[in-house]
C-alpha cells in the first residue's frame, strides 16, 4: 500500500534547484532508506515531505506529494506535521525538561489532562527504548542526558504526537555504536505501526536497516528497490560506484 | 477558540510592529501642525537665515542663524575632541589592552555612558565652567567650549562602542595575513584593521554628531545662553535645542514665539532624520562587506 | 626612528587617550559621593521641600520619578516586545520591515527636547491631558520605546533557531512556538534591556520640561492627571534657577538621581550574569 504518492517535485532555494523532478512512491510500514553524497538533496527531500522547508526564506516547491491520497499542500501544514514527524540529525532536545519535553507536542496540540499526558509521555519513551533509563527522573533538564539519550528522547518526542510517518535526518551522526544500535532496534519495533524514512550518510545502516533503498544524487533519484537488489546488483552504474565507496 | 485569540494576538504583534512608523509619522505632523504657522506671518528664509533671535521684542524676530551656529560651533567642538579620544579609545580597548584591563575599561565607559545628561551639565557648571573661566580669564566659564568638553564626553560612550566593534569583526585572517608578513601590530592596526573598519568608524561619527546636536539640558545649563552669532569658542552661546528648552515655558501657547518654537523642532527633527539615515546606511555597508 | 619605537609611543597614545576618557568618570563618581553623601539624611530623602527649596527634602521628586518611570514601563514594555517579536518571528524581508527599522532607527535618534514638543503638542494640548503624570509617561514611553525594541530583539535573536525548527515540526503554529519556546528562553535579555531602558527614562529631563515637570507642589501627586515634581528637572532648577541654595542640598539631589540610574544598571548586570550562568543550553 502506498503511504506517500510524490510526483514531479521540483524544490528551488533561492533560484537553485535542490530537488530535480522527483517521482516515487514510499509503502505503508517500510523503512525506506535514502543515501547518496553531501547536497543531494536527501534533507530537503525530507523537510518537503512535512513542509518544514517553508520555514526557509526563498524557498519554492512546485509538484505533487499525495499523503493517503491527500495533497500535503491543502493539509493545514501544522496538522501535517502532527501526522509526519522528523527527527533531525543532532540531537536536539529543547530546554525542558524530559517529560516536558515529550509532552510538548500534545500540548501544543491541545492535550491538558495531565494524566493523559503522562500516559503518553510514558508510551513513547518506551517505544524510543528510553523508558527505563529515565523514567525516576523525568523532571531533570533534557540537556543532562547524554548524546544517545538526547537522541532517543527526541525520537520519543517525536512519538508524542502520535504520527503516521516518522523522518529521519541522519539520526545516528555522531553517535557511538551502542545508541546507534539501540536506535536501529527501536526502528525496527516501530515498523509495525510506522512508515520510516531514513536519510544516512552511512551506506552500511542503510543496508543494515531498510527494507527499500533510494538512491539521491545532485537533487535527482537515481534508483529506488529493494535494498538486497541495490547494494548487490545495482541497475545504474553511478549507483554502483556509491555503494561501493568509488566515490562519497 | 484558540485560534480565535492566537488570530488577536498575532493582530496585536502586527500592530506593534508599525507602531513605529505611526509614531515617527506622528511626531513628525504634530511639528509640522504648529511649527508651519509660524510662516503665515514670517518668511522662511527671514527664518533660517536671519541674524537676529529677538522672540519677545515688539515686533518679535525669528532669525534662527545664530542659534544654528551656535549648535553647529559646538558639535563641531565636541565631535572634534570626541573622534580622535574615541577613535583612540577604542583601538586601544579592542586591540592593545590586556584582557584583565579591557574589562575594566569597558566598566568604565559603560559607566559615562550611564550618567544622565542633566548630572553632566550640573557637574560642568560646578567645575569645568570655573575651571576654564580662571585659565581663560573669562568673564564666565560658560562658553561654547564648555559645551564642546561636556558633549564630547557625552558623546565618547556612542563613538568608542560602534569603532570597536567595528574593529572587532574585521576578519582575524586580514590581520594574521599582516603580522605574517612581518608587519608591526600598530602598523596592522593603521593599515589593515581601520580601513577596513572605516565604514562603521563613519557611522559612529554620525551618531557621535547625532547624539551631540540633540542634546538640551547639558548645552542649556553651560553654553551661557546668548543667541548671537559667535565669534570665538570662548564665547556663550544658544543651541537650537537650548532655545526651544528655555524659551517654552515663556512662550504663550498661539503666539509667533510658541510657532517659531515648534519650527525649530522642525529643522531639529529633519536634522537628526538625515543624520540617522546616514549613519545606518554607513552601519548597513559594513555589514555588506563584512 | 623604527618601526619598533613608533609602535610604542603609538600605543602610549593611545592609553593616554583612554585614560582622558575614564579619569574624568572617576572624578564625577568621587565628587558626588564627597560632597553629596553629607546631604543624604532620612529627612532628605524622604521629608518635602521647604524654604523655596533651599532646606528640607526632595521625596515629591524621588515619588514623581518614580511614578513617571513606572508609567514609562507600563506604556512602553507590552508594545516594545510585540514589536520586537514581530520584527524577529512574524516580519518578512520586504519595504515595510525596512520602513519599520528605520522608522525605530528615527525614533532613538530624535532630540529628547523635541519629544519633549511631541508630548507638548499632542499629550498635553491635542488630547487634552494638560501637564500630567500620563502625559510624561506616554512622552518617555515612546522616546523608551527603541531601547526596548532593540534589547528585546537581540534577546529573540538569541534563542537558536533550531529550537524554534523542533517546534515547528512537532505541528506548533508560529504563536505557540514564540509563546512556549522564543519568549521563555528571551526573558533574562528583555529584562535586562528593559531596566537598562529604564533607567533612562528616569534620569530625561527634556522630555517632561512641559509634559509634565512641575516647580514646587506643595503635596505628592494624587493621581494620573497631576503634575509632578522629577528629581531631573529639580536637579535643573536647583543648579540655575533657584538662587542661595547650598551646594549640599544640590549634590544631594545629584547624588539620589545617581544612585537611582547606578542601581538599575546594577541589577541589569546582576540579572545578565545570573541567568548566563544559569543557561542551560
Known amino acids: 500500500m502506498v503511504k506517500i504518492q510524490i510526483t514531479n517535485l521540483n524544490v528551488w532555494y533561492e533560484k537553485q534547484p535542490a530537488l530535480k523532478n522527483l517521482n516515487l512512491g514510499i509503502y505503508s510500514n517500510e523503512i525506506l532508506g535514502v543515501i547518496g553524497p553531501s547536497n543531494s538533496g536527501k534533507t530537503s527531500f525530507l523537510k518537503t515531505l512535512n513542509r518544514l522547508n517553508e520555514l526557509i526564506i526563498g524557498s519554492r516547491t512546485t509538484g505533487e506529494a499525495l499523503l493517503d491520497g491527500e495533497s500535503i499542500f491543502r493539509i493545514d501544514k501544522h496538522l501535517l506535521r502532527k501526522r509526519v514527524g522528523i527527527v533531525f540529525a543532532l540531537p536536539l532536545p529543547l530546554p525542558l525538561s524530559i517529560f516536558d519535553n515529550v509532552a510538548y507536542g500534545p500540548r501544543m496540540h491541545g492535550l491538558k489532562n495531565l494524566k493523559k499526558l503522562k500516559e503518553i509521555v510514558e508510551k513513547s519513551l518506551r517505544a524510543a527504548a528510553i523508558w527505563d533509563e529515565v523514567k525516576d527522573r523525568l523532571k531533570t533538564n533534557a540537556f543532562k542526558l547524554s548524546g544517545g539519550q538526547q537522541q532517543r528522547l527526541c525520537i520519543a518526542r517525536t512519538l508524542a504526537v502520535e504520527p503516521e510517518v516518522i523522518l529521519y ?5 555522531g553517535l557511538d555504536p551502542i545508541s546507534t544500535l539501540k536506535i536501529e532496534e527501536a526502528m525496527q519495533e516501530l515498523k509495525k505501526n510506522y512508515t520510516q524514512i531514513l536519510v544516512t550518510n552511512n551506506v552500511k545502516q542503510a543496508a543494515r536497516v531498510s527494507d527499500r533503498t533510494a538512491f539521491f544524487l545532485m537533487g535527482c533519484l537515481i534508483e529506488i528497490g529493494d535494498t538486497k537488489q541495490i547494494f548487490t546488483v545495482p541497475q545504474d552504474k553511478r549507483t554502483d560506484d556509491y555503494v561501493t565507496g568509488r566515490f562519497g | 477558540m484558540n485560534k480565535f485569540i492566537e488570530h488577536r494576538i498575532e493582530n496585536l504583534i502586527f500592530l506593534s510592529g508599525i507602531a513605529s512608523i505611526v509614531f515617527v509619522v506622528l511626531i513628525f505632523i504634530f511639528l509640522l501642525k504648529e511649527g508651519l504657522s509660524l510662516f503665515s506671518g514670517t518668511n522662511p528664509i527671514a527664518f533660517l537665515f536671519g541674524r537676529n533671535w529677538y522672540p519677545i521684542s515688539d515686533p518679535p524676530q525669528f532669525g534662527i542663524l545664530p542659534l544654528i551656529l551656535g549648535s553647529l560651533l559646538v558639535t563641531f567642538g565636541a565631535i572634534v575632541i570626541a573622534v580622535p579620544l574615541g577613535l583612540a579609545a577604542a583601538i586601544y580597548v579592542a586591540e592593545v589592552a590586556p584582557t584583565w584591563l579591557r574589562d575594566i575599561l569597558k566598566s568604565g565607559i559603560e559607566l559615562l555612558a550611564a550618567i544622565p545628561s542633566i548630572v553632566l ?3 560642568g557648571i560646578v567645575t569645568l565652567a570655573p575651571f576654564l573661566k580662571n585659565l581663560f580669564n573669562l568673564p564666565s566659564g560658560l562658553t561654547a567650549l564648555a559645551g564642546s568638553i561636556m558633549l564630547a564626553f557625552m558623546a565618547m560612550p556612542t563613538i568608542v562602542s560602534i569603532i570597536e566593534d567595528s574593529i572587532v569583526s574585521v576578519p582575524k585572517n586580514y590581520k594574521e595575513g599582516s603580522l605574517a608578513l612581518g608587519a608591526t601590530r600598530w ?11 572605516s565604514s562603521g568608524i563613519l557611522a559612529a561619527v554620525m551618531l557621535g554628531i547625532g547624539r551631540v546636536i540633540g542634546e538640551t539640558m547639558a548645552v542649556l545649563m553651560i553654553t551661557g545662553n546668548a543667541a548671537v552669532i559667535p565669534t570665538s569658542i570662548l564665547q556663550p552661546v544658544r543651541t537650537l535645542t537650548a532655545t526651544i528648552a528655555a524659551e517654552m515655558g515663556e512662550a504663550v501657547a498661539g ?31 559594513k555589514k555588506q562587506r563584512a | 626612528m623604527d618601526v619598533k619605537t613608533k609602535e610604542k609611543i603609538a600605543f ?8 582622558i576618557i575614564i579619569t574624568p568618570v572617576a572624578f564625577i563618581i568621587i565628587l558626588l559621593l564627597v560632597r553629596g553623601l ?13 524654604e523655596g527649596m533651599r532646606a528640607g527634602g526632595i521625596f515629591p521628586a524621588i515619588v514623581g520619578t518614580l511614578y513617571l518611570t513606572l508609567g514609562t514601563a507600563v506604556f512602553s514594555i507590552p508594545f516594545g516586545i510585540l514589536a520586537a517579536i514581530y520584527l524577529n518571528e512574524y516580519a518578512q524581508r520586504n519595504w515595510l520591515t525596512r520602513g519599520i527599522e528605520l522608522a525605530i532607527i528615527n525614533l532613538a535618534g530624535v532630540p529628547s527636547i523635541v519629544y519633549g514638543l511631541f508630548g507638548l503638542g499632542l499629550f498635553v494640548t491635542f488630547l487634552g491631558f494638560g501637564a500630567s503624570i500620563l502625559a510624561g509617561s506616554l512622552t518617555l514611553a515612546i522616546m523608551t520605546l527603541p531601547v526596548i525594541i532593540t534589547a528585546t530583539r537581540e534577546a529573540l535573536s538569541a534563542v537558536p533557531w533550531n529550537f524554534r525548527e523542533v517546534s515547528f515540526s512537532l505541528g506548533a503554529s508560529r504563536w505557540q512556538t514564540v509563546r512556549h519556546v522564543v519568549l521563555p528562553n528571551a526573558i533574562p535579555g528583555i529584562l535586562t534591556g528593559t531596566i537598562l531602558g529604564l533607567s533612562r527614562a528616569a534620569g530625561e529631563t ?11 507642589l506643595p503635596r505628592l501627586p494624587q ?7 522629577a528629581l531631573p528637572y529639580h536637579i535643573y532648577v536647583l543648579s540655575t534657577q533657584v538662587p542661595n541654595v547650598s551646594v549640599k542640598i544640590q549634590y544631594g539631589t545629584v547624588l539620589v538621581l545617581v544612585l537611582m540610574v547606578f542601581i538599575l544598571n546594577l541589577a541589569a548586570s546582576l540579572l545578565r550574569t545570573h541567568f548566563r550562568k544559569r543557561k542551560t543550553w
Do not use: K, W
Not at chain 1, 169 to 173: A, G, I, K, L, T
Not at chain 3, 206 to 216: E, K, S
Open chain 1, 169 to 173: 535526518d541522519e539520526p545516528c551522526s
Open chain 2, 121 to 123: 551639565g550640573f557637574i
Open chain 2, 187 to 197: 602598523q596592522t592596526i593603521y593599515r589593515v584593521i581601520l580601513p577596513a573598519a
Open chain 2, 255 to 285: 503666539s509667533g514665539h510658541y510657532y517659531a518654537l515648534f519650527a525649530i523642532g522642525i529643522i531639529l527633527f529633519i536634522i537628526s532624520f538625515i543624520i540617522n539615515l546616514l549613519a545606518d546606511f554607513f552601519l548597513h555597508r
Open chain 3, 12 to 19: 602610549a597614545m593611545l592609553l593616554l587617550a583612554t585614560i
Open chain 3, 38 to 50: 553629607p546631604a543624604l539624611s532620612l529627612d532628605f530623602i524622604f521629608g518635602m521641600p521647604r
Open chain 3, 206 to 216: 527634556a522630555p517632561i520640561l512641559f509634559t509634565v515637570a512641575a516647580f514646587y
Open chain 3, 223 to 229: 493621581s494620573i492627571y497631576d503634575q509632578a515634581m
